[in-house]
């Protein structure tokens, strides 16, 4: 497997239900905004860049995303313009 291009992929982030505080989190803050671990980038300027490297947690467009599956597992494909935050 090689990502192409300015693309990204990524899966979706195991959700935190507490802060690192103890707070409990709720479920419905922000519905549609989840967070990714990048898994692979493409060979692109633009991600050399953005410095996105693998195991970073993100927050991406998911309505842009283009859904595939590596392993099992389920992923998405993201272009690098469609990442929103890096943490």
């Known amino acids: 497997m090689r990502v192409l291009g300015s693309n990204v992929l990524v899966s979706e982030a ?4 507490t802060s690192a505080g103890g707070i409990i989190l709720q479920n ?3 519905t549609g905004n989840k967070p990714a671990v990048i ?5 692109s300027v633009s991600i050399a860049e953005a410095g996105l490297l693998p195991k970073q947690k993100i ?3 998911w309505t842009k995303a ?3 599956e590596l392993d099992g597992v ?3 494909v993201v272009d690098v313009e469609d990442i929103k935050l890096v943490m």
Not at 14 to 17: D, P, Q
Not at 39 to 43: E, F, H, L, P
């Open 14 to 17: 195991k959700k935190e239900e």
């Open 28 to 30: 419905d803050i922000a």
């Open 39 to 43: 898994i692979a980038t493409g060979n």
């Open 59 to 61: 927050y991406c467009d």
């Open 66 to 68: 283009f859904a595939v």
């Open 74 to 76: 389920k992923c998405a």
